[in-house]
């Protein structure tokens, strides 16, 4: 299966039935709370490229590694493979920006879609770009004396959910859900399953409501 026809699937069967098939495959927690979005109407979905966020220390900074550094160390260079999640942990200041505008249109053109654990900035500026974003919600002060990016292309926790790099990511208004890769069909499939049985449920529930009662 491609990605872009994934990307189809998953966006129509939506977040509840994905988690719903992704819980008879895996007992761990899969589910991301709701977030914000600079356009709710876009679903994300794709491979997770992470970075991690840590408390920032003066010590620690290193010439060179800046958020450029970390962003193409994520996803594999300056010709990233298209259909990419970016995915930002909070680093313990999930309310502080992680990120902007102009740091984030380095994915313009890339279809690298953004999940942060934080807030994100100029969401006008965001709600432009070719890839869906969604974030703990829209910030105005920089965040850069808060956290800085420590560290790329390694396992992250994203609202007490496990998010390794290669994982599938997907997001809608009603939230998301994590699936590792080797899960991916086997999930969609049940998720196929799921639709077609609620379908069948709810029209026998209106066939069940119009008769007279006896």
Not at 85 to 106: I, M, N
Not at 174 to 192: F, K, M, N, T, Y
């Amino acid at each position: 299966m491609k990605d872009e026809t994934l990307a189809a699937k998953t966006a129509r069967l939506g977040c509840a039935t994905l988690v719903d098939a992704i819980g008879q495959v895996h007992s761990h927690r899969v589910p991301i709370p709701s977030m914000a979005s600079p356009d709710p109407s876009r679903t994300l979905f794709g491979r997770a490229a992470t970075i991690s966020f840590m408390p920032y220390r003066e010590d620690l900074v290193e010439p060179g590694r800046d958020f450029a550094y970390f962003f193409y160390g994520a996803l594999g260079g300056r010709a990233p493979t298209p259909g990419q999640v970016l995915v930002l942990s909070s680093g313990g200041y999930p309310d502080v920006s992680h990120g902007g505008g102009t740091k984030l249109s380095r994915g313009d053109g890339h279809g690298a879609g953004v999940l942060a654990d934080g807030r994100l900035r100029d969401f006008d500026q965001l709600r432009g770009y070719s890839f869906a974003t969604w974030c703990r919600g829209e910030a105005v002060p920089r965040g850069g004396d808060a956290v800085m990016p420590h560290d790329f292309g390694i396992t992250v926790e994203i609202s007490g959910v496990c998010v390794n790099p290669g994982d599938y990511v997907y997001m809608d208004n009603a939230g998301g859900v994590v699936i590792p890769s080797a899960s991916l069909r086997r999930v969609i499939d049940i998720a196929e399953e799921v639709t077609a049985e609620e379908a069948v449920a709810a029209k026998n529930i209106r066939v069940e409501a119009t008769r007279p009662d006896k």
